[in-house]
């Protein structure tokens, strides 16, 4: 690590802490030439390989702004984007893989805006999806409906008889 005042290229590890709730490691070094101190953070980089061949680093703002598109119009703020975007992020680090497909990302998108907002999930998954015909809305949405039902009854399969109930 070069000294950012004399560019010495040596530097000594003075104190090591992890940040960003264990994402990254903030090091204070101390330069031998100077003596002066100064900070580094490191952080593992994760890319995103796209359709083209061509590999650039995870962006949450990317993530966000495709997001955002699919939640016009829906109670769906900054905040419920910025947390969205940072489970995403979260879900595809824990994976372990250096490198992510960009069909990838949209799939890892699709849990947590399902959380988010149904509407918006069925918007984005038309996309990634690639939804071809009204069937396809019609299939989701029973499944999704299908899902309610079963959190309501308690997480058992709701029966015929059941339904009518509900």
Known sequence: ???PFCRNPDSRVVDSRMADD?????RR???PECGRRFTTVETTSLSVIK???VGEPFS???????VRKACQGRPVTEDDLAMLAQEVEEN???SGAAEIDAHEVGLAILGPLRKLDEVA???FASVYQAFESLEDFESAISLLRHEAETAKAGGKEVTGSEKSQL
């Open 1 to 3: 690590m070069y000294c």
């Open 22 to 26: 264990g994402s990254s490691i903030r």
């Open 29 to 31: 070094r101390q330069c």
């Open 51 to 53: 359709r083209s061949g």
């Open 60 to 66: 949450r703002i990317k993530v966000i702004s495709g």
């Open 92 to 94: 595809i680090r824990s």
């Open 121 to 123: 999930y069925l918007r």
